[in-house]
């Protein structure tokens, strides 16, 4: 009788408990989630001078921590180069990889991962020493180009070189900051890397930024976005909105500082949000205030912006909104 | 009781002797190794299935995509297949690996003697450049000498010029070359655009690596070299010295041919040692072997195969550089001698 008792508890106890997939199982277990980022990239992912690490990317990996454990703190980051990265989320040492990645068919479909989605849209440009007086890629045939390796990045530049019958010298170097000194010792006369990359590295690494200058030219579509391994739908899907809340957060006009007086409101659209009404955490397998909480402790997409990609000079441009003529753009979240 | 098990004991030994003991042993462990093997290689298997991760060698033919820095004797664009980015790769490798070796053991020989000189300044710088290199890590040194290299020469417009036709900037030296078109001439190189063009050049990556390397495995080999010379006995000195051979002649024709035996095969190990540690050419960008499967191994994914192949190309390296040292070193040992 007792047996049967304890026995049917826990069936109703499991059946009301969070049936996660693996991984948010784990990190439950583990009382955190381990989240792969860019060793250094600043509006990315980049240490602060208090240790703490700040930037979109990193956001997100916050986002998804509070939605899972409603604490954006519980949360570990693993610094990895572009080399590293998508081993380290095949063999499961991270989680979660949020890191500049762009999403092309053949990392979304032959190394066992899932692109997300995307919170970031980039494109390749060229940065270039002011006294070159080069205006235009099309005139750097012949130079030499520091890059990083295992990237899109390399792969486009061959492309656009090729495609232009021009010649260049890589020098192909791992580690961020190596490769940038070698741009600044003079080692290359190009350094080439994502738009956002040029301007973060030209703001927070050159010793006078206007000694540089941005080509025109975009030679890539670099959408970036976080990455999952194949297998775990229920992962994917937290992680998924977690980033949509973000963006929806910003659309309804939720923002950190205003989402305790805004979570009163009688709007539905926002009770919904804020889980005072209908279930959308019960879905997720999520506390119903899952994307309060992400709001509350992370902010929405567009503060997350304007604190690590405005004070580099970055504008919006097709990372605004899709109703103020972005790209950025949620499904409904009901 | 003790003597009943002596009485089991060698009932056992009559049916189950020491010799089919240490065979069923031996298979066992045999056993015991395959099994893991198996073990690690279905569960890898396995997972990449899961996972839907490709795998399989057939990527080798497919386009690679990507530009190499540095690659002389082979002609490479980015509309090659991997395999002959691979193949680049291990070029590079060999092409800075065997100077070093070269260079390091010319050093490393130098540098011994030159510890045991009785000049006394000679014998202490000998000893402080031991010290100093041994202890700090390659990778350090590597970065010293690439930023020593990239941050103090000049530009490509302001290159310094110290014999005529050769360029010493921050992209390398550029130096002449004979070319055979319709005669025999010199292609100087030229400041066209961005860089020089014409002749040939060493990039400031290669140069790094390349004095890294040498300068890093003479400071062991010099080291070697002296354990070598001073294994010698000293009444082998006195012998050569009473028959009236010269300093020299005692060194060249006595003490260096008895030293050799007990220096040569651990500089082998310093030659093994020597090209493993031309893998850490990826910090400064130099386009070896490893460099290129890292590479590789990130644009499609396929990290055990890549890893297979730069294990299995880095075995057959040391297994040639080990058996061509063991040759010489049957050669050069006593005749009639068990080795």
Known sequence: ?334 | MPADTTGKNQTARQIFPPRHRAVVYQALLAAAVVLTAWYFISNAVENLLARRIASGFGFLNREAGFEIGETTLLAYNSSDSYLKALAIGLFNTFRVALPAIFFSSSIGCALGLARLASNWLLAKLASVYVEVIRNVPLVVQLFFWYAVITESLPAPAEALSPLPGVFLSNRGIAFPTLTAEFRIALDYPVLSGFNFSGGASLSPEFAALFLGLALYTAAFIGEIVRAGILSVERGQFEAARSLGLSDRQVMRFVILPQALRVIVPPVTSQYLNCTKNSSLAVAIGYPDLVAIANTTINQTGQAIEGIAIIMLVYLAISLAISSLMNWYNARIGLRGAKS
């Not at chain 1, 791992?174 to 350094?191: H, Q």
């Open chain 1, 1 to 334: 009788m007792t047996k049967s008792i304890v026995s049917l508890l826990l069936l109703v106890l499991s059946a009301n408990n969070t049936h996660a997939g693996p991984t948010a199982d784990g990190a439950v277990k583990k009382g955190f989630i381990q989240c792969g980022v860019n060793t250094g990239l600043a509006g990315f992912s980049q240490p602060d001078s208090n240790g703490e690490w700040r930037g979109i990317d990193v956001d997100l990996c916050r986002a998804v921590a509070a939605a899972l454990f409603g604490d954006q703190k519980k949360l570990r980051f693993t610094p990895l180069t572009a080399q590293q990265r998508f081993t380290a989320l095949q063999s499961g040492e991270v989680d979660l990889l949020s890191r500049n990645t762009t999403w092309t068919i053949s990392r979304d479909t032959s190394l066992g991962l899932n692109f997300v989605g995307i919170n970031y849209y980039d494109g390749q440009g060229f940065m270039v020493t002011k006294k070159r007086n080069v205006k235009s890629a099309k005139q750097l045939s012949g130079a030499a180009v520091c890059v990083q390796p295992g990237t899109t990045t390399e792969l486009n530049l061959a492309d656009y070189f090729r495609a232009n019958n021009m010649k260049f010298k890589p020098v192909v170097i791992e580690k961020m900051e190596e490769v940038l000194s070698a741009y600044f010792a003079g080692r290359c006369d190009v350094y080439t890397t994502d738009m956002s990359g040029l301007v973060s590295a030209r703001s927070s690494r050159a010793a006078s930024g206007a000694d540089h200058v941005i080509l025109p030219e975009i030679i890539s579509k670099e959408p970036f976005g976080p990455v999952v391994r194949h297998g775990d739908d229920h992962w994917f899907d937290i992680v998924k909105w977690s980033l949509y809340a973000m963006i929806e957060g910003e659309e309804i006009g939720l923002t950190s500082k205003n989402i305790e007086q805004q979570a009163k409101s009688a709007n539905p659209v926002i009770q919904r949000f804020v889980g005072a009404s209908g279930d959308i955490g019960k879905m997720l397998s999520l506390d119903n205030r899952w994307a309060y909480n992400i709001i509350k402790q992370v902010g929405n997409y567009g503060e997350s912006f304007e604190r690590n990609l405005t004070p580099l000079g970055l504008d919006r441009g097709l990372n605004r909104l899709w109703n103020r003529g972005g790209l950025m753009y949620a499904p409904p979240l009901r």
